[in-house]
């Protein structure tokens, strides 16, 4: 049960927290959504900085990965968001942005966990 309210906690704080990042950052305008491709790098950088922690000094908790990688990363990413933004862009005909917010999201993101990791080796 202790391990169910650490995700549920943690996932609570990402997912209020990304809320908060794509409403200042997502651009109405444009319609380029800046908010969620930050949560995503951002969470991809935490993810991998957790994890690669976990992996060399062994001494993190399973309490403390649930929360921040499970709970926390898992609310404040979002993949749902993203291919929904993504969907958007092929609706509107903008295959530009669609290509470079894709591309970019998957490389950058991949990057950030590695980044991540290595930092902590």
Request: with cysteine.
């Amino acid at each position: 049960m202790k391990q169910l309210l650490l995700v549920f906690v943690g996932g609570g704080i990402g997912s209020t927290l990304r809320y908060i990042i794509g409403k200042y950052l997502n651009n109405a305008e444009t319609g380029i959504p800046y908010g969620t491709f930050a949560a995503n790098i951002i969470g991809s950088f935490i993810i991998g900085l957790v994890l690669g922690l976990a992996l060399k000094y062994n001494s993190i908790s399973s309490n403390t990965i649930l929360f921040v990688a499970v709970g926390f990363c898992g609310g404040f990413t979002t993949f749902s968001t993203f291919a929904y933004e993504i969907h958007l862009f092929l609706k509107a005909g903008d295959f530009t942005s669609f290509a470079l917010y894709t591309i970019a999201s998957f490389i950058i993101g991949f990057l950030a966990v590695f980044f991540g990791i290595f930092l902590v080796k």
